[in-house]
Each structure stands twice: as C-alpha cells, then as structure tokens.
Nanobody, 116 residues
Framework: QVQMVESGGGLVQPGGSLRLSCAASGSIFDSSNFMGWYRQAPGKQRELVATIHVGGFTHYADSVKGRFTISRDNAKNTVYLQMNTMQPEDTAVYYC?????????WGQGTQVTVSS
C-alpha cells in the first residue's frame, strides 16, 4: 500500500526552480508531528533535506538553507518543497516521509535533474 506519492520533479537548468508535492495518507500524516523531504543522489546514501513540524516549525540541511522552503497543508495531508537557485548538486531522487523515519517504507520518489 503506497502511502506517499511524490510529484513535481523534472529537468531544470542551474539557477532554476521547481516545486515538489507529496500527497501522504492520513495515517502517515497523523503518525508523526514531523514530515520531511529526503533525497538520494546516484551512488550516495539518502539524506535529509528539510523537516516541518505540524505547527510549522522548519529545519533545513546546510546545503539547501536559504534556497529551499518546506511547507505543509495539514487539511490536504500534503507537503511541499519549493526549490530555488538550484544547483547540479541538487540532482537526486526526492522522497517525503515522516521524521524520524520508522521502518523502510518509501514512495516511488520524484527525479530532479539540474543540468544545462
């Protein structure tokens, strides 16, 4: 049973922007006060990009601070990631999940490629 569906990825030039969306099941959204965006680049481990508390408090990895903005719509069980001033190092498959992660259940992710 898929509980997270990520969308919005694509190919973007350096300096460009993308907005990712994650539609999560109610059970996932309600299971933690925090939702997060993660990413996995080729040959690298999955890393945490940003988290958001149900009340709106946010935290970002240093590599994306000032460029990415995480937000959530609790009524729609949806989390967003606005990515600006994107760089080739942002190329990865992006996933959403609760934070901290429990178990190993992930959605299919959405591919983001930053290239000229």
């Amino acid at each position: 049973q898929v509980q997270m569906v990520e969308s919005g990825g694509g190919l973007v030039q350096p300096g460009g922007s993308l907005r990712l969306s994650c539609a999560a099941s109610g059970s996932i959204f309600d299971s933690s006060n925090f939702m997060g965006w993660y990413r996995q680049a080729p040959g690298k481990q999955r890393e945490l990009v940003a988290t958001i508390h149900v009340g709106g408090f946010t935290h970002y990895a240093d590599s994306v601070k000032g460029r990415f903005t995480i937000s959530r719509d609790n009524a729609k069980n949806t989390v967003y990631l606005q990515m600006n001033t994107m760089q080739p190092e942002d190329t990865a498959v992006y996933y959403c999940n609760i934070w901290p992660v429990r178990g190993d259940t992930w959605g299919q992710g959405t591919q983001v490629t930053v290239s000229s």
